[in-house]
């Protein structure tokens, strides 16, 4: 159950589009088409924003999309807006009921 | 509304136990799995467990099993967790979540607002 790999933070000016990387193995990202995407402002509960890869649930902005190639699942913010600075972090289905999430990337609006 | 509340968090010492709760409410609860995430403070997201909507399929991070048990009461709309053998490291806010499937496999569709256990003597 090792985590997934996201970079520490990135950061991009209003309007910019920004990617947000998640590396995992051939066991979990590779395997299952069951990425999912977090979004998490300070103090709050996690959000869903990306579910099976590249799915928005309903009221989630069509700025915000997901892909995998490979091992590697990545989520693509376009038009960045200030409300979108908070940290995100992938999630993995990985097998044998078991889930496994990335260690959170910090999202700053320039 | 859909909703869930965590309850039965607080200070601990090591080596004792603790039972959380969440209570759902809002959806139809039996047609879900439900799992636990839990977040350290100032660290990241860490699943904990997972239940499918009939018990049938449950599973745990290898950070927690043997100590820790999930468990739910489709009749109660309610998620459990029972923490035995607590240790400093298990200190976190922890989550219960809304599965957007009936195993225990998706995403998260539904947050509580968590409930904080501490782990010290």
């Known amino acids: 159950q090792s985590a997934l790999t996201q970079p520490a933070s990135v950061s991009g000016s209003p309007g910019q589009s920004i990617t947000i990387s998640c590396t995992g193995t051939?066991?979990?990202?590779?395997?299952?088409?069951?990425v999912s995407w977090y979004q998490q402002h300070p103090g709050k509960a996690p959000k869903l924003m990306i579910y099976?890869?590249?799915k928005r649930p309903s009221g989630v902005s069509n700025r915000f999309s997901g892909s995998k190639s490979g091992n590697t699942a990545s989520l693509t913010i376009s038009g960045l807006q200030a409300e979108d600075e908070a940290d995100y972090y992938c999630c993995s289905y990985a097998g044998s009921r078991d889930v496994v999430f990335g260690g959170g990337t910090k999202l700053t609006v320039l | 509304e859909v909703q869930l509340v965590e309850s039965g968090g607080g200070l601990v010492q090591p080596g004792r136990s603790l039972r959380l709760s969440c209570a759902a409410s809002?959806?139809?609860?039996?047609?879900?799995?439900m799992h636990w995430v839990r977040q350290a403070p100032g660290k990241g997201l860490e699943w904990v467990s997972g239940?499918?909507?009939?018990?049938?399929?449950?599973g745990y991070a290898d950070s927690v099993k043997g100590r820790f048990t999930i468990s739910r009461d489709n009749a109660k709309n309610s998620l459990y967790l029972q923490m035995n053998s607590l240790r400093a490291e298990d200190t976190a806010l922890y989550y219960c979540a809304k599965d957007n499937g009936d195993l225990p496999a998706d995403a998260f569709d539904i947050w509580g607002q968590g409930t904080m256990v501490t782990v010290s003597s």
């Open positions: 239940i499918s909507w009939n018990s049938g399929s449950i």
């Open positions: 099976e890869g590249s």
């Open positions: 051939s066991s979990d990202v590779g395997s299952y088409n069951l």
């Open positions: 809002g959806f139809t609860f039996d047609d879900y799995a």
